[in-house]
């Protein structure tokens, strides 16, 4: 008897659905034939979904089965193909008669008593299953909260393989478990950190204003102890609030690699900040098959990079091309594989290796040469991809007492991002540019015009400092910013002089 179940398998964050053939036939010896380019965990199937049949009560088939995952092209590596082949087992050897098959997807891993286990992208295939149709998703107990995010199809938890069938026969109701997107979306949309928390540093978060209403990157260079940290950590908190889509589209990232346990929803602006030890696969993503990297999780959010130079340079230089097209794909022999990672990057480091250089509390003991070496482990090429260069000098004791007044505080900045923000929508209502740091060549051209005197400006700040085209065009840019936070139709004289500010940093302490 032939019997089909719906399932799906991943592909990156992407989940694709499949079919889990069943067939049994008669013969002299018991045989399992599994077959559909299974990998080790999905081939170990047959194993536990024997036991897991036995100790669940049933009786395991004495005649030849054959089980094909269909597509036979695409490879399966989850041990969530476990529930839809023990129900097929089932249904194929008439233990268990059910008229759900068509409407239900399924998927769960089975431990040998025939208890459930949580398996990871739940998500995006709650998300696949909704667009396809299906009118429900049986998923594992633990990972039914997570699958409710998603409207429009039933959840059904189920905590061990009789109950799926029970269910499935129609003896055994089980309500679904109800949507509660909306409501986690409410609840975790809330920042803990405040900018108002930073003592001092109010041109520094001047600067971290201009960041956040145009999407630019930014790179802070300081002496150790002077805020970086603080400054980036709280950056999140004053960018517009997710969208719904984007928490899911984010979320979806997460899922797929299993951090979704204790927050089912990602409502909050991620923020990731790797060790400088991380690898090439463990920042932009990889193995095999391909699995995202930080640069994905911090999608719809901030990557910060701490102690910059101590990374390694080949690693830095993956992040070129993210950093331009807001996607990463990760080629392997068999298959392609494209991730988001459209974040905005927050870059830290010290002016030398013992961090004291231009220091007046300090002395510095690094020689021209130690610093050289030090600042040339960044590319000039990277350093054109971030946008605005500030220093982070040392905060004045008065500045941080008691007594002192507080601060500019996120609220005060998230106000000025979102009159910035926006104007950039009503400009780009008709293109994909979502925000200035987006803007091509074509787009600067139309909206950061100058006058004569702002031409001879820019001029004479190219020759200066030796900055590039890439450079031009991100003074423009971040100028185009600017003028939108004072509200102002055109970029004015001020407006150059203030983003040609943000560009000089690192031409002044590349000079030893």
């Not at 269910?167 to 109800?178: A, Q, R, V």
């Not at 260079?221 to 002077?226: E, L, W």
């Not at 005197?453 to 890439?470: C, F, P, T, V, W």
Request: hydrophobic share 40%.
């Amino acid at each position: 008897m032939l019997v089909r179940i719906k399932t799906f398998s991943l592909l990156g964050i992407d989940a694709v659905p499949v079919d889990v053939e069943v067939d049994v036939s008669p013969s002299a010896q018991q045989k399992t034939i599994l077959v559909g380019l299974p990998e080790a965990a999905v081939r170990e199937s047959t194993h536990r979904v024997s036991r897991a049949i036995i100790n669940s009560g049933y009786v395991e088939t004495t005649m030849n089965m054959i089980i094909n995952l269909a597509p036979a092209d695409l490879p399966k590596h989850a041990a969530s193909f476990d529930l839809p082949i023990s129900i097929g087992e089932l249904c194929a050897t008439r233990q268990l008669k059910s008229a759900l098959l068509d409407d239900y997807a399924m998927i769960g891993e089975l431990a040998l008593d025939g208890s459930m286990r949580p398996v990871k992208g739940v998500l995006p295939i709650a998300l696949a299953a909704a667009r396809l149709g299906f009118r429900g998703l049986l998923v594992p107990q633990e990972n039914a909260k997570e699958a409710a995010v998603v409207d429009d199809i039933d959840i059904i938890p189920v905590t061990c393989l009789s109950q799926a069938a029970g269910f499935l026969n129609e003896t055994l109701p089980i309500e679904s478990h109800p949507s509660i997107g909306l409501q986690l979306f409410e609840e975790h949309s809330v920042y803990e950190s405040d900018y108002a928390d930073v003592r001092g540093q109010e041109t520094a978060k001047r600067a971290i204003t201009v960041a956040a209403a145009g999407g630019h990157n930014v790179l802070m260079i300081g002496p150790p102890g002077t805020g970086k940290t603080m400054l980036a950590k709280r950056f999140s908190s004053v960018l517009p609030k997710m969208e719904l889509a984007e928490a899911l589209e984010t979320t979806r990232v997460f899922s797929v690699l299993g951090y979704t346990k204790d927050t089912p929803l990602i409502a909050t602006r991620p923020f990731r900040e790797p060790h400088h030890t991380i690898s090439e696969a463990g920042l932009v993503g990889g193995s095999s098959p391909p699995l995202p990297g930080e640069i994905s999780l911090a999608h719809n959010g901030v990557l910060f990079l701490d102690e910059l130079p101590e990374f390694n340079r080949r690693t830095l230089e993956v992040l070129r091309q993210p950093l331009e097209d807001g996607t990463v794909t990760i080629s392997r022999a068999t298959r392609t594989s494209t991730f988001p990672a459209n974040f905005i990057l927050i870059a830290a480091l010290n002016p030398c290796p013992c961090g004291y250089r231009n220091d007046p509390r300090r002395e510095c003991h690094c020689n021209p040469i130690q610093i050289q070496r030090y600042m040339s482990k960044i590319s000039g090429p990277l350093l054109d991809r971030i946008d605005i260069h500030i220093e982070v000098p040392p905060v004045d004791y008065n500045e941080l007492s008691q007594a002192a007044a507080a601060g500019t505080s996120s609220a005060q900045i998230h106000e000025q991002v979102l009159t910035a923000r926006t104007i950039q929508s009503q400009r780009f209502v008709q293109s994909k540019v979502r925000y200035n740091a987006d803007m091509g060549h074509r787009q600067i051209q139309q909206h950061c015009r100058i006058d004569r005197e702002g031409h001879q400006i820019l001029k004479n700040a190219m020759n200066d400092y030796g900055l590039s085209a890439r450079a031009h065009d991100k003074i423009l840019r971040i100028a185009r910013t600017i003028a939108d936070l004072e509200s102002s139709e055109n970029i004015q004289t001020h407006h150059l002089f203030e983003a040609i500010g943000y560009r000089t940093l690192d031409r002044k302490l590349w000079t030893a």
